[in-house]
């Protein structure tokens, strides 16, 4: 009997980037495939635009659960990914990452006994207060084949006794996309449309609820960022839940107030890429930024208390300031001053993850017939 397919699946902006490289290997190996988008993320320039840009087709199914609480949004997905399995009787499914949409399909494809494939697993924060900290092992553990990025995920893994045979250190798939993508990006005219001049610039992002949707929090940071603006113009693509944070708290003054603030909506895969590239520093709370500088060799100030990728710190450019205005400012000081180590590219970040991975899902595929 012909294997069924498999079912890839997408809900949030950081997923797009991880999925297309495998998307093409596996379309290669003529392996039948369903691209599946939750809709978790929906907004043009949070969804579409990244498929256009990695050169993804349109989904073939498209379940559009939208925002919501995290009951709701994880459930929604659950209930609409069920009908889709039960539907086509997948041979395997592969979520990526850590947001709702991944856990709500691995837990589905669990209870009905399909192969769970996770990408980006074993990466821990130690910190339950993060929901991607909840999601991760929640994942890890119903999951059938783990794709690591490095070695502290395989230990991390091992740690909660999951078994050898089902880790699979593969490196890192968004890698994959940047490095295939880093040459287009330079055709991007995102400089030349914000006004800002190569390597004279930082960017920062920030998303992470622990950060902006506790007022406190967020002005503490913005504190920093109005010492950092003398010193350094800021580049700042707002996320959808960080702009309705300002609005709500009455901060949209302050932020404007900014010395040298550059303030503009979440941007697309290549202009993000040509930013991100171009910039003499990044300040973020983003998870998959700390690794893109670590793999670009640019500077990473993570306004975070922890991170789960920490390769970024002991190998790469990244450095863990928290949320504390006095240590974002010297964090930025030490960076401008230059006395900041270069890293180093950590093991089988190479761009070659997605033929790893397909390789392995084609084995396992055909070893069920
Ligand atoms: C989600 C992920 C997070 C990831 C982030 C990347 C979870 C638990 N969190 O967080 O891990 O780092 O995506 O962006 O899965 N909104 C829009 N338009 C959209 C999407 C969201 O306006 O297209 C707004 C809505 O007001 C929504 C809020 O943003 O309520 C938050 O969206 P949600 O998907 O719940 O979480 P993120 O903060 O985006």
Known sequence: MKPGPVILVVGARPNFMKIAPLYEELKKRNVAQILLHTGQHYDENMSQVFFDDLGMPKPDVYLGVGSGSHARQTANVMVEFEDICLKNNPSMTVVVGDVNSTVAC???????WIPCAHIESGLRSFDRKMPEEINRI???SIADILF???????ENLRKEGISESRIKRV??????SLMKNIERSRESTVHKELEILNKEYAVLTLHRPSNVDEKETFVRILSALESVGKEIPIVFPMHPRTKNR?????LNGRIS???NIVLTGPAGYLDFVALIAGSSMVLTDSGGLQEETTALGIPCLTLRENTERPITVHQGTNKIVGSNTESIISGVEEILSGRKESGQI???WDGMTAIRIADIIVD???SQE
């Open 106 to 112: 691995a837990l589905v494809s669990a209870k009905l």
């Open 138 to 140: 929640i994942t890890d």
């Open 148 to 154: 690591t990025p490095s070695p502290d995920a395989d």
């Open 171 to 176: 490196g890192n798939i968004m890698i994959d």
């Open 246 to 250: 300002i609005d709500e708290f009455g």
């Open 257 to 259: 107030n900014i010395p």
């Open 346 to 348: 950590p093991e089988l």
């Open 364 to 366: 396992e595929i055909n």
